[in-house]
Every structure is written in C-alpha cells, then in structure tokens.
C-alpha cells in the first residue's frame, strides 16, 4: 500500500515488510530503503515515473540488512549509506544467504559513504544521521521543512522492535534520546505516526534491559501495553533468544 503524507513524501507500506519511502525532488527523486526483492523495488520506480514523470536518481540505504538493501541492484544512481553498511555487505557470503534461506542473491554496495552525517538538496532539503542501536551502522533520515523522520529500524510501530545479535541497547537508547521530535514518522517497519513512538520505543528498550537484568518479571512484560498490543510476539521472543543466549 502506498501513503502519502504530503504532495513530496510516498511510503511504501506493507505489514512486515520494511518500509521504503520515496521522496519527490526537482530533478529527481529520492528512495530510502529498497525492499527485500528486486522485483519491488522496479515497481517503486516505475511509481516514481508515474507519479512525478521523474526517475530515482539518488537511494539511501537505512542499514545492512537485506530487506532494507537487496532492492538496490535495480538502480544505476549513487547509493548513500554509512561506511559501516558497506562494510556489513561486502561480508555477506554463501552462509548468510543460506542463513536466510536464499541463493544466488546478487548484491549492490551502497558507493557514497559518509561517517557521522550526508547532506544532500534537490529542492528539498535532507540529512542523513548515522544513529546506532539496531545495528551500529543504522541512520535516520530528517527533512527540516517537512518535518519528517524517516527512522529506518531504530523506530518500528505495532510490531515488535526487531533486536538483532549486534542490537546494542545503550546506543539504541541514546539515538533515541537525541532524535528529532518529528510529528511525522515513518518507522523502518509498521504505519506511520508520530512523535509518540520514540517515547514507546524508548519504553519498550528500558523494560527489555531491565528484564536483562533480571530488575522485571517476564510476567509484567507479557501483560504491559507496550507489550502485548505489538502485533507478531515471534519477533519478541526471538530478540530475546539474541539478548540472553543460552
Ligand atoms: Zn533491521
């Protein structure tokens, strides 16, 4: 499904799957995260052909991971990310593919790196922030005059947040904290919302720390909103098996 929060900004949305957003600029447009298949992702182009008449001349990869990234090979434009996204790509080989249940899969490499924060302007002004938490190379995108917060995995709504085995918690939270309190967030994963879900999301990695810790019962975790509304609780106990590994 595709929303539309203003006559610039598109997200594309569907259930799990990671979110992709295009953004009209005035010579080209923008794509932040191109989807787990290739297949998608032409579809997002031939949108941003037929909503604008313009192409995808610029893509912003999130973080490394494959539902944010493997969509890239269908684009011939710079593709901007952090240098650890590159990084955490180039070690992708046979084994991690076979770990998602995959072959073959042919990757392209995000070539334009920045390290803390890209600026970049086509009649619309964005900057990209390295913000690590989820995983250590994982950014969010802000656009000033829109006022909007494209948050990639460091922010997801209605699902479970997904803590992978190179989540680091204290990160995640201090990214959180010194995120811009946007009005319009488009989470990595989930419906777009507001401002309210960094303070969810803050709350959610609090209880997860403290049940680390052994300070909060599993008990109280099931039965807290912040818990139990969050649709697919397989997420769940998978961070949990990532955070206390046995
Ligand atoms: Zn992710």
């Excluded at 932040?32 to 008449?53: M, N, Q, R």
């Excluded at 950014?139 to 803590?163: F, M, Q, R």
């Excluded at 085995?165 to 811009?180: A, F």
């Amino acid at each position: 499904m595709i929303k539309n929060i203003n006559n610039k900004i598109y997200v594309i949305e569907n259930d799990l799957a990671a979110n992709s957003t295009l953004i009209l600029g005035k010579k080209g447009n923008i794509l932040v995260d191109t989807s787990l298949f290739p297949k998608k992702a032409e579809k997002i182009k031939e949108f941003s052909k037929d909503i604008s008449g313009k192409d995808i001349t610029l893509v912003i990869n999130t973080h490394y991971h494959p539902d944010h990234t493997f969509g890239n090979i269908v684009f011939d434009c710079p593709i901007v990310a952090n240098r650890l996204t590159r990084e955490f790509m180039k070690k992708m080989d046979v084994d991690y593919f076979k770990h998602l249940n995959m072959e073959n899969v042919e990757i392209k490499l995000p070539n334009v790196i920045f390290e803390n924060y890209f600026e970049y302007e086509d009649g619309i002004k964005l900057v990209i922030y390295n913000g690590p938490g989820h995983t250590l190379d994982s950014s969010y995108i802000y656009i000033e005059s829109e006022d909007i917060l494209i948050a990639g995995d460091t922010i997801v709504t209605g699902i479970h947040p997904e803590i992978v085995p190179d989540s680091n918690l204290d990160l995640w939270l201090n990214t959180l904290e010194n995120m811009p309190k946007s009005l319009n967030i488009v989470p990595g994963h989930g419906a777009i919302s507001n401002e309210i879900e960094i303070e969810n999301m803050i709350d959610y990695l609090k209880k997860i720390k403290q049940l680390k810790e052994g300070s909060i019962s599993p008990n109280k975790i099931e039965n807290d909103p912040n818990f139990k509304d969050r649709k697919h609780p397989e997420l769940f106990k998978w961070s949990l098996e990532n955070l206390i590994p046995s």
